[in-house]
């Protein structure tokens, strides 16, 4: 599971080329604002989350909880949940335009064109 916290997971660096080729220029994990967006594109005014299924407590098959110490894990994704509430609330008090991409949103390659393509859109 280290591999999932690592600071620069590689969906995260997958969207980052996607944009940068789409002519997008931004900021990464800039700890100036909350929740240190993965992607900060200052002139759109628009942060972008990446958010892995199991820490962020996505609704989905990738986020199901391990058998054991299952409340351990609960409590701890709950406080990620929480916190990530925050952040967002935070930011679009700041007019911040805020997007969640999840992790299995764009784990396959046609899913990712699909969701990629959709993002051009909202930012
Ligand atoms: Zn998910």
């Keep these: 599971m280290s591999k999932i916290s690592g ?5 995260e660096i997958l969207v980052r080329k996607f944009l940068f080729s789409k002519g997008f220029r931004f900021r990464k994990n800039d700890k100036r604002y909350p929740g240190k967006p993965d992607i900060v594109l200052p002139k759109y005014k628009t942060v972008i989350f990446i958010h892995g299924c199991f820490w962020h407590g996505h609704i989905c098959k990738k986020a199901k909880l391990p058998d054991t110490r299952n409340e351990f894990w609960q409590k701890k994704i709950s406080r990620n949940v ?3 509430k925050k952040n967002i609330c935070e930011l679009k008090n700041m007019r911040w335009k805020v997007t969640i991409i999840w ?3 764009i784990n396959t390659k046609e899913k ?5 393509k959709l993002l051009l859109k909202e930012i």
Aim: proline share 6%; net charge positive.
């Design 82 to 84: 929480e916190r990530d």
């Design 7 to 11: 600071k620069e997971t590689k969906p």
């Design 103 to 105: 992790q299995c949103e």
């Design 112 to 116: 990712r064109k699909k969701k990629l």
